[in-house]
Antibody, heavy 119, light 111 residues
Framework: QITLKESGPTLVKPTQTLTLTCTFSGFSLSTSGVGVGWIRQPPGKALEWLALIFWDDDKRYSPSLKTRLTITKDTSKNQVVLTMTNMDPVDTATYYC???????????WGQGTLVTVSS | QSVLTQPPSVSGAPGQRVTISCTGSSSNIGAGYDVHWYQQLPGTAPKLLIYGHSNRPSGVPDRFSGSKSGTSASLAITGLQGEDEADYYCQSYDRSLRGWVFGTGTKVTVL
């Protein structure tokens, strides 16, 4: 079965860079049509799509955050890494790793990791 | 900033039918992109509930149904149950933004 799990710091200081790792199993990111992405949810607020990387290394970013985000994959390790620069308290949120396909939905989700931005 | 608009809350008694609207525009739902729905139970990650406007993944009860018309979509829950108390989000793709977009979210309360 498909599983995804996020890992990374729970607390970062303003202006620092956040690095989150998604480790997955049950599928390969080298399979045609497969993608892995990141979605976040500030406490009590709605979901926000951040980034998505596909099997062919096509990368998509949220236009509002594009300058701050980088998504990469390591197919051999079954991992996807998201970096977000210049963190601010408004970036405090639960960050989810998700599986996607060309069907454009997010059919499997990790449990999420809460990242707090505070000095 | 959500591109798709949903009512903040809907409620109903057990056994009743409730609907949640998702209003988009000509650059997302109206452009023909699929609409998907997610259920988020308290304290848990969202779960795919409906995909491609009206299809249910394996294991999702047929009490949940989806539809789409023009620039809007709807999720209906019939025979409302206490376990349906959750937040619900619609999602689509926006060609102007060149990215995936979510709705503002709707909290369903079972009276």
């Amino acid at each position: 079965q498909i599983t995804l799990k996020e890992s990374g710091p729970t607390l970062v200081k303003p202006t620092q860079t956040l690095t989150l790792t998604c480790t997955f199993s049950g599928f390969s990111l080298s399979t045609s049509g497969v993608g892995v992405g990141w979605i976040r949810q500030p406490p009590g607020k709605a979901l926000e799509w951040l980034a998505l990387i596909f099997w062919d290394d096509d990368k998509r970013y949220s236009p509002s955050l594009k300058t701050r985000l980088t998504i990469t994959k390591d197919t051999s390790k079954n991992q996807v890494v998201l970096t977000m620069t210049n963190m601010d308290p408004v970036d405090t949120a639960t960050y989810y790793c998700v599986h996607s396909t060309v069907t454009t939905n997010f059919d499997y989700w990790g449990q999420g990791t809460l990242v707090t931005v505070s000095s | 900033q959500s591109v798709l608009t949903q009512p903040p809350s809907v409620s109903g008694a057990p056994g009743q039918r409730v609907t949640i609207s998702c209003t988009g525009s000509s650059s997302n739902i109206g452009a023909g992109y699929d609409v998907h729905w997610y259920q988020q139970l308290p304290g848990t990650a969202p779960k795919l509930l409906i995909y491609g406007h009206s299809n249910r993944p394996s294991g999702v009860p047929d009490r949940f149904s989806g539809s789409k018309s023009g620039t809007s979509a709807s999720l209906a829950i019939t025979g409302l149950q206490g376990e349906d108390e959750a937040d619900y989000y619609c999602q689509s793709y926006d060609r102007s933004l060149r990215g995936w977009v979510f709705g503002t979210g709707t909290k369903v309360t079972v009276l």
